[in-house]
């Protein structure tokens, strides 16, 4: 499924809205997740997931076409942690089970 | 501050313009339109932020930490995130300490 896809998806469960609306709303969501990472924020959508910011040191890296060794200095990663409900919708072998 | 569904539906009824109900629905159908691509098996692609995925993982040996006692995690289906390069250079120079 694509962005195009999802939003296609979402104008027809929202009938009263013009079709732009939709776009705009996936648009200004995902604008929104964005940002919020960017500014170092956490997000937490219950039954989704969330996502965090994870902390990689600085290291001594290597341009592999030339061999080079390049400072790659400290940053911050983008990560994602499935939420209970989504870990157990998609895997039909425990989507019964009340733990996980 | 955590980025919650609350702030999102608050983004939509200001900026899309959609009514309070509406915007609430909206985003809960965002994240139930992605859960159930992934519920199908579809992977899904936001571009500008990052691509959901499906991983089929063997099963594995592993152990009840409490007790030593040695018991096997069973195969599964999980989610993993990847975020796109504009998300992670975005998130890279974040400063998440600060910006808490």
Redesign the interface.
């Known amino acids: 499924m694509t962005r195009s896809d999802l939003i296609a998806i979402l104008a027809e469960r929202f009938p009263q809205l013009v079709a732009k609306d939709a776009e705009f709303a996936v648009k200004s969501i995902v604008d929104a997740l964005s940002a919020a990472l960017a500014s170092g924020r956490r997000i937490e959508i219950r039954g989704f997931g969330s996502f965090s910011l994870n902390y990689r040191p600085p290291r001594v890296g290597r341009n592999p076409k030339t061999g080079e060794r390049v400072e790659v200095p400290a940053k911050y990663a983008p990560h994602f942690k499935p939420g209970k409900e989504l870990r157990l919708r998609v895997d039909e072998r425990h989507a019964d089970e009340t733990t996980a | 501050?955590?980025?919650?569904?609350a702030?999102?539906a608050n983004?939509?009824f200001e900026?899309?313009?959609?009514n309070k109900r509406?915007a609430k629905?909206?985003?809960e159908?965002?994240?139930e339109?992605?859960?159930m691509?992934?519920?199908r098996g579809?992977?899904?692609?936001?571009?500008?932020?990052?691509i959901?995925e499906?991983r089929d993982k063997p099963q594995r040996p592993g152990r009840n930490p409490k007790t030593g006692e040695a018991i096997p995690i069973?195969?599964?289906?999980?989610?993993?995130?990847h975020?796109s390069q504009?998300?992670?250079t975005?998130?890279?120079?974040?400063?998440?300490?600060?910006?808490?």
């Open positions: 501050m955590t980025l919650t569904k702030e999102l983004i939509l900026t899309v313009g959609l509406e629905d909206m985003v159908a965002f994240f339109e992605i859960r691509a992934l519920e579809e992977s899904v692609k936001l571009s500008g932020f990052g959901f499906l069973s195969a599964r289906r999980v989610v993993t995130f975020a504009k998300l992670k975005l998130a890279s120079e974040s400063h998440p300490h600060g910006a808490d």
